[in-house]
């Protein structure tokens, strides 16, 4: 099957015929219908986040299944899913105590001395992310897998799998933002996008987004921002804080740098909560004013891939998609082949898209 797969750091990933092995007892291999490309992958290639290579990345996928192991008993053949890098193993503290997200699905692994899921001769090809996804087909333990309804489109579905999850779960697991309450959304790119939406659905009172790049502030709006600030012409921070006569009940920072972590929690009112989505690469720190914190009771949370639940919360955001309330087809700027998945970084790059969807199909 072909793959894209990540030689070295800072260089175009490398479309290759690799091999999949058969399923183990409690893995499933899948079609890969469509993968959107995430600014995850971006760090990965750019070794923000050192994975090692040859690795194929990609982790927002959606697709059908094509077999299963013996003793798979949640999904078979023909099923249509979802798949998330958020693999939980179902018996360690976490999962037991409901956050399932935080598990990191270590015992979903095969075995060190096992031969490797993916790999190319007798070279092994490094699974990214518990997923895999730049490839036609993906193997992967069960519990990195949620069953949907076949009406979805896959494409659609696709984004579900991280970006969506990550900024409707922060608005509505992790903030809990209650309606009536007002927030403002850091980053307009598709973590931000959904994040927007999430307060939204919640029923925020006030969502404000913030960018540089008009088109996104301008899709913000349709999405549910009831405002919109250019960062790259005026004071975010002065502008939000104007606005809303104090600050809001919650910030979203959804980018991933010290400069708007720092804005995200001067943006928030006395006794409020800031959020942060986005990923800041390994090594990078930042500072923030504890006085600030303690004199104003702020809050400063992070919330790893939306908090969710994914096999309780992907479903509901199907069914937000289908009944209306999620957007999803505004947020597809591009559909690229495997082929051009390279395009896609480029594109991330230069700030032209929301979301970029590789198709398979």
Known sequence: MKAAVLRAYNTPLEIEDVQLADPGPHEVRVHTSACGVCHSDLHCLEGALPVPPPMVLGHEPAGIVEAVGSEVTYVQPGDHVIGCLSAFCGACEYCLRGEPNLCGGEATNRAPDAAPRISKGDETIHQFAHLSAFAEEMLVHENALVKIKEEMPLEQAALIG????????????????????????????????????????????????VDTVPWKLELAQKLGASDGINAKETDAVAAVLEATGGGVDFSFECIGTPGTCQQAAMMIRKGGTCVLVGVVPIGVGVEFQPLDLVLQGKTIVGSMMGSNRFRIDMPRYVDFYLDGRLKLDEMISTRLSLEEVNTAFEKMKAGEIARSVISFD
């Open 162 to 209: 991280c970006g969506v999850t990550t900024g409707l779960g922060a608005a509505i697991n992790t903030a809990n933002i209650r309606p009536g309450q007002t927030a403002v959304v850091i980053g307009c790119g598709g973590v931000g996008l959904a994040a927007i939406q999430g307060c939204h659905i919640a029923g925020a009172a006030r969502v404000i987004a």
